[in-house]
Nanobody
Framework: VQLQAYGGGLVQAGGSLRLSCAASGRTFSRYAMGWFRQAPGKEREFVAAIDWSGTNTYYADSVKGRFTISRNNAKNTVYLQMNSLKPEDTAVYYC????????????????WGQGTQVTVSS
């Protein structure tokens, strides 16, 4: 599955953005999907994941309660709704696909999308 992320931009602290990741191919619904981010000078970190059906979601503690991951299998798209954004959320955000569910590590990602920049000003 090929992934293309979009929706990043510049927003003030406290604002919202919604990222989207469109997937090509007819096997999208078989993949768990997720988001990672990488801030300048830092390692890439896990943000959120969702299982193939959309029933179960998982979040990093730093975004829990502020970010919501969802998916629409009919549209081959996964979303990341980001609310109450903080300057520390500034990063390049990457969507990711896992063929094996439950392994939300970077090393187990099967497919990566290109990054989309999110900048939160204070």
């Amino acid at each position: 599955v090929q992934l293309q992320a979009y929706g990043g931009g510049l927003v003030q602290a406290g604002g919202s953005l919604r990222l989207s990741c469109a997937a090509s191919g007819r096997t999208f619904s078989r993949y768990a999907m997720g988001w990672f981010r990488q801030a300048p000078g830092k390692e890439r970190e896990f943000v959120a994941a969702i299982d193939w059906s959309g029933t179960n979601t998982y979040y990093a503690d730093s975004v829990k309660g502020r970010f919501t991951i969802s998916r629409n299998n009919a549209k081959n798209t996964v979303y990341l709704q980001m609310n109450s954004l903080k300057p520390e959320d500034t990063a390049v955000y990457y969507c990711a696909a896992w063929a094996v569910h439950g392994l939300w590590s970077e090393s187990s990602v099967d497919n990566w999308g290109q990054g989309t920049q999110v900048t939160v000003s204070s």
